[in-house]
């Protein structure tokens, strides 16, 4: 299904946004999520999961000193609809750690928002902490935990 997890250059934008276009998650924070695509993209740190048949299933933009300027920061991780429940959010949480671990760095972030419970679920089942909640971090009705892997 999955043949290559790759940094993907600008061409791939439509690609990505598509991932979540009329998505609720991207209604949530008013249509914002798509400019952090595109942010990411232009970075050159939005990575994306490639189908077999060159399809963008799913995309995560990894700042790699995005914390504290020290620790690598997981700004965004998205699935398409049609490839959720299938293990590739799980896969690019692995490969997360995987540069972490490249990168010689003992720790991972990220952050998820209060109402997204399947997502921190999923987080806390992969050795991620909550370290603290902020409050109207990006949008005001919604509180963003901050969450922290410890690397082997």
């Not at 077999?52 to 690598?72: C, K, L, N, Q, R």
């Not at 540069?99 to 952050?111: A, Q």
């Not at 999923?122 to 509180?143: D, F, Q, R």
């Amino acid at each position: 299904m999955i043949s290559e997890v790759k940094k993907l250059p600008i061409t791939y934008l439509d690609e990505c946004l598509a991932v979540f276009k009329g998505d609720d998650f991207n209604d949530r924070y008013n249509g914002q999520v798509l400019d952090w695509v595109k942010t990411g993209i232009r970075k050159n740190e939005l990575w994306g999961a490639i189908t077999d048949t060159g399809e963008v299933a799913a995309i995560m933009w990894i700042e790699e000193s995005g914390f504290f300027h020290e620790y690598p920061y997981l700004a965004l991780i998205g699935v398409k609809k049609n490839y959720q429940g299938q293990g590739l959010g799980t896969f690019l949480l692995k490969i997360y750690e995987a540069i972490g671990r490249t990168l010689n760095k003992n720790k991972i972030t990220l952050m998820v928002g209060d109402f997204n419970t399947r997502a921190k679920s999923l987080y806390e089942s992969m050795g991620y902490n909550a370290i603290g909640k902020v409050e109207s971090a990006y949008m005001p009705t919604i509180g963003e935990f901050i969450m922290i892997k410890k690397l082997d």
